[in-house]
């Protein structure tokens, strides 16, 4: 048969395929299948995996069997979950009727969803254009690719899942990831983004659609750090959900049972990295969005082994403390002062304990870097979570916490007791900083604010640092108008600055660890350090905190404009590998070996990191037989 019949034989099939496609919802006869064709006759296919997947014709989705993923390298490339052609239409539809809907997002765009949808759509034709149009429009679409509209992905992925992207390691898959990792078709990947999608921004739990926020780090990773994106993998661990609503779902993506866990659950993630590793003994692995209890454990775990990080722990942290460095100096003080700030901090889990440790340590450094120095920098902070002000006096106290608890003694000679709320504590301490990850929207409220006006900073900083948009402790309109125009403002997710009256701006920084991870990657990758070392992230923060003038500064600027990212990151990415040169931790990479890296000067790292990273060009394509 000739190309030509045999498409049009195609085209029929298709057609009667949707005929009863349109028969079965119209009469919502759920039953009946548009799958079988041609009497169950078996096509003969001269492709696999992701050839597959991209194939209109040949393409099945999330309905190819377990056996047929097993026969065409596919398993590991769709979420684990096998659907009928029948529930695939039910998906589909749910979601079609969705999009007439507005979908709103946060305050300001009624239509994130819909730029989204279009930009995927460009990501799946044509990925040089699409990051080009990142890249030139960076501060328009960040917030969509990432937060705080990822969010509302994450949340709606099994409607919005079209075409996979990724991989998906489920708790299905123990003893077959060291063969599924070959079923990725390059045998190149420097970046890893993994999520098991247990506590995804500030909005909790979603399970398999997690695998958005991977998708969305890396996109930033490729347009801010210039990693190529045939060589970064998203991925997703299933190990099921606690969410009651997806377990209910019969529309869900993932694998529909508790979440794995104690050695269960370690072992599919040992499993994971022991075969990423194998393939791609290069690759760095960024841990995205794991509950706390298993955030620190696994960074634990691994960090001395492998090339990991963790992203919400150690990323944000950085991005913390360059943030309130910059507070410090944003008061006309230098620096060196940062031990003398009061900090209240609303939050403990991944984020809040990861700053809370940096901060501690970087004012123990300035204090000389004793013991004695680590200890009294402990009571420079004021821990608060959901049970109030954590002191020694609490029943069971998370480890990781355990060490900024208050002794009862002494928190009640500030007039403070175990479990006192947030307004209370703000207005015994009269805090320099009101930081929040706590992921509760508006727990920064106008009682809260208001105590804080009390702040005996003259110029008080306030970090609702929570996303997605909706979970910001705070807006900077509450901010501004109840504290004062004089406040530093940073929150996680972006904010228009404010208008304070008489051509004055109250300004809107965006205090998110994307100022950090991109560069922590690049240059670990491009420094081929076997680890990522306290002294590398340090660097990291260190560089992030210089890089705003005096003036910017002054002005209430402590973080770049997302337009800088690219910059930003290229210095950042510098410092790293400065770093884990002076640590003996580099071993090169390519032809640049740890020999010759030694050698380069400030400026040749940072000419070698900038030839180093991908841009949006096309190529000049031109054809090899095989
Ligand atoms: N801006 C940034 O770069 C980053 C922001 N985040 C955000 O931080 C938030 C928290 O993340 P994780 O620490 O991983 O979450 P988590 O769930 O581990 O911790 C949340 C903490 O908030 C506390 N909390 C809950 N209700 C509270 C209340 N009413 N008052 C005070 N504390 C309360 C909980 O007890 C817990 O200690 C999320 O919204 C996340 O998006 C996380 C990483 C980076
Ligand atoms: C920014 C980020 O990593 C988070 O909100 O989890
Ligand atoms: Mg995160």
Redo the contacts with the bound molecule.
């Keep these: 048969m000739s190309n030509f019949s045999r498409k049009l034989r195609l085209s029929s099939t298709l057609l009667k395929r949707l005929q009863q496609n349109v028969t079965a919802v119209n009469s919502k006869n759920v039953c009946r299948s548009f799958t079988t064709t041609e009497g169950h006759r078996p096509t003969l296919v001269h492709k696999r995996s992701l050839d597959i997947l991209h194939d209109p014709w040949f393409n099945k989705g999330t309905a190819f069997s377990m056996t047929e993923r097993d026969r065409l390298n596919l398993r590991g490339l769709l979420p684990p979950t096998v659907m009928s052609s029948e529930q695939q239409i039910q998906r589909f539809m749910a979601d079609l009727k969705r999009l007439q809907v507005n979908a709103r997002d946060g305050p300001f765009d009624p239509n994130a969803l819909a730029k989204w949808r279009i930009l995927n759509r460009l990501h799946d034709r044509n990925e040089t254009m699409y990051y080009k149009v990142l890249i030139d429009n960076i501060e328009e679409y960040a917030p969509v690719v ?2 705080p509209t990822v969010g509302l992905v994450c949340q709606k992925y099994s409607g919005l899942f079209r075409r996979p992207r990724g991989m998906y390691f489920s708790s299905e898959d123990r003893g077959e990831m060291m063969s599924m990792v070959y079923n990725w078709p390059s045998d190149q990947v420097d970046m890893i983004v993994v999520t098991d999608g247990s ?4 909005l909790g739990d979603l399970g398999v659609q997690g695998i958005a ?1 991977a998708i969305g ?1 890396l996109d930033l990773y490729v347009a801010a750090a210039g990693i190529n994106p045939q060589r970064v993998l998203p991925v997703m661990i299933d190990v099921g959900t606690n969410n009651e609503k997806l377990l209910h779902d019969p529309l869900y993506l993932g694998i529909q049972q508790h979440r794995l866990e104690g050695d269960e659950y370690l072992a599919v993630i040992d499993e994971f990295m022991n075969a990423v590793f194998t393939r791609w003994p290069h690759v760095i692995v960024q841990f ?2 794991f509950q706390s209890k298993w955030a620190f454990k696994l960074l634990q775990r691994y960090r001395n082994n492998y090339r990991m990080f963790n ?2 722990v150690q ?2 942290a950085g991005v913390a403390i360059a943030g309130l460095l910059g507070a410090v100096r944003a008061q006309g003080r230098p620096m060196i002062d940062f031990p003398k700030m009061k900090i209240v901090v609303a939050g403990a889990g991944s ?1 809040g304990i990861g700053v809370l440790n940096a901060a501690r340590k970087t004012m123990a450094r300035m204090l000389g870097n004793t013991e004695v120095a680590f200890e009294s920098a402990r009571s420079q902070f004021w821990v608060v979570d959901a049970n109030g002000l954590l002191t020694e006096a609490r029943d069971s106290i998370d480890p990781e916490a355990r060490r900024f608890a208050w002794k009862v003694k002494e928190a009640d000679r500030q007039g403070l007791k175990e479990g006192a709320s947030l307004v209370e504590v703000v207005r015994q301490v009269k805090p320099d900083v009101l930081l929040g990850l706590s992921a509760v929207g508006g727990l920064f409220s106008k009682e809260v604010l208001e105590a804080l006006k009390d702040s005996t900073s003259t110029r008080p900083a306030i970090f609702p ?4 948009t909706t979970n910001a402790e705070c807006t900077p309109e509450e901010a501004y108008s109840i504290v004062g125009d004089n406040i530093i403002f940073a929150s ?2 972006p904010f228009k600055n404010v208008e304070l009256g008489g051509g004055r701006i109250g300004h809107c920084n965006q205090g ?3 100022y950090l ?1 991109p560069g922590i990657g690049l240059g670990t990758l491009l420094s081929g350090s076997r680890i990522i070392s306290d002294g590398m992230l340090q660097a990291a923060a260190e560089c992030l905190a210089a890089y705003m003038t005096e003036e910017e500064v002054l002005n209430g600027i402590i973080y770049p404009p997302i337009s800088k990212i690219r910059d930003i990151t290229k210095e950042v990415a510098a410092a790293v590998i400065k770093e884990a040169v002076e640590e003996d931790l580099a071993e090169g990479y390519r032809e640049m070996d740890s020999h010759e890296l030694r050698k380069l000067n400030q400026e040749e790292i940072a000419n070698y990191v900038e030839t180093n990273m991908w841009s949006p060009d096309y190529p000049t394509l031109i054809y090899k037989e095989d």
């Design positions: 990432y937060t506590r995804i921004l500030g926020i780090k995205e969005d992203d919400d990323g944000t984020a640092m929570s996303n997605p996680g997710s998110n660890n994307m991870f």
